[in-house]
Every structure is written in structure tokens, then in C-alpha cells.
């Protein structure tokens, strides 16, 4: 496989790389689960901190279950994304170098995605 040079670069300096800029940008500020299942999440929240007058330790045990659940349901929503990400590379040795930068690019995204997390 050949490597990308500076040559190869500077070649490809005048291509649109506008969509690309577009994907990455809204793959970078999509949120981390469906709007449904954060809103689910979210008022499961304000039940617990709303009980938690009356019944403050029941709240916290539920506060904890919570938390848990979300943080399972974040790492299987990553781990399908590497997934993904990594079926876009894996295809064998016919990978062009294009891809791979594609692929290294959306990369970068998701890796940013988890430490803003």
C-alpha cells in the first residue's frame, strides 16, 4: 500500500473537501444517545431527586442504578461505533489510502467524542 506524501497532498489541495468538513463537524457535536433515550434518562432523573425528601436513601440506590445503566448504555453505544468505524477499514488489503484517511478522520472524531464525554 502506498503512503500518502506531501506530493500527494498538495495534489489534492483544490478538492472540495466541504462535505467531508460538514460530516465531521455534526458527527463531532452529535450527542452521545438518541434524544428519546436522554430524555428518558433525564426524567428518570428528576423522579429520583424529587423522591429524595421522603425517601433520600432509596433515592440515592436509585440515583446509582441509574447512573450505571447510562454509563452500560454509553459504553455499548461506543463499542458499536468502533465497530462500525473499524468494518469502513478492516476490508482486507485492497484499502486505498483515501479511505484510510476517511476512516482516521472519523477516528479522530469519535476519540474526541469520548474525552468530551
Given at each position: ?17 466541504r ?91 469519535f ?7
Amino acid at each position: 500500500m502506498a503512503e500518502l506524501t506531501t506530493r500527494d497532498l498538495a495534489g489534492n489541495a483544490g478538492r472540495d473537501t466541504r462535505d467531508e468538513q460538514v460530516e465531521t463537524r455534526s458527527e463531532e457535536r452529535s450527542p452521545l444517545l438518541p434524544a428519546d433515550q436522554s430524555d428518558g434518562f433525564t426524567a428518570r432523573w428528576r423522579e429520583i431527586q424529587t423522591s429524595f425528601v421522603d425517601e433520600p436513601r432509596t433515592s440515592v440506590e436509585q440515583a446509582d442504578a441509574l447512573v450505571a445503566e447510562l454509563m452500560q448504555r454509553l459504553a455499548a453505544s461506543f463499542s458499536d461505533e468502533r465497530q462500525r468505524l473499524e468494518e469502513q477499514w478492516d476490508s482486507g488489503d485492497d484499502v486505498s489510502t483515501e479511505e484510510l484517511r476517511v476512516a482516521l478522520t472519523r477516528y479522530r472524531s469519535f476519540f474526541d467524542r469520548l474525552l468530551s464525554a
